[in-house]
């Protein structure tokens, strides 16, 4: 740089370290500006380095997050099939209960049909009773009737 450096033959001392110290105050600033690039170089990197690191981290997050939400839709899947089954068992819980009261309430008629039909048999067997009852009564009567006809015909 300082092979560079023209200064005018007529120039002083002075003038030449002027020169001088401007030449050395540019390339300090170059310098620094090189370090302060070099800084920031190296920051690129350490952010080029993590970016990559968090862009690999991600990717395994997605697929991670895939393989979750093909999970979850199965699981999904399980409970609208379990639902559709719970449905048609409440629907045919529902049928079994109206066949049951309709059996009940057909049992029921018979059991009452039975009843009706156990008491009018009971009440014509005590009819029938009271008929052989007053039977064996006018049987027996009549037996006396005769005993006492043929004893007073002797």
Do not use: W
Not at 65 to 89: F, I, M, P, T, Y
Not at 92 to 98: D, G, N
Not at 120 to 146: C, F, P, W, Y
Request: hydrophobic share 30%.
């Amino acid at each position: 740089l300082e092979s560079s450096i023209e200064v005018a033959p007529h120039s002083s001392s002075a003038q030449y370290d002027a020169a001088l110290r401007r030449v050395e105050g540019k390339v300090r600033d170059y310098e620094n500006r090189i370090s302060q690039l070099r800084v920031d170089l190296r920051h690129d990197r350490q952010d080029f380095h993590l970016a990559r690191a968090q862009l690999r981290q991600a990717s395994r997050n997605m697929e991670k997050a895939s393989v979750e939400n093909k999970h979850a839709e199965g699981l999904r899947d399980q409970a609208r099939k379990r639902r559709q089954v719970l449905d048609g068992l409440t629907h045919r819980a529902a049928q079994l209960r109206s066949e049951v009261k309709s059996e009940v309430a057909d049992q029921r008629k018979q059991h009452n049909h039975q009843v009706h039909r156990l008491r009018q048999n009971s009440m014509v067997q005590g009819t029938m009773a009271e008929i052989e009852a007053e039977t064996r009564k006018d049987h027996a009567e009549g037996m006396q009737l005769r005993e006492r006809a043929a004893q007073a015909l002797n």
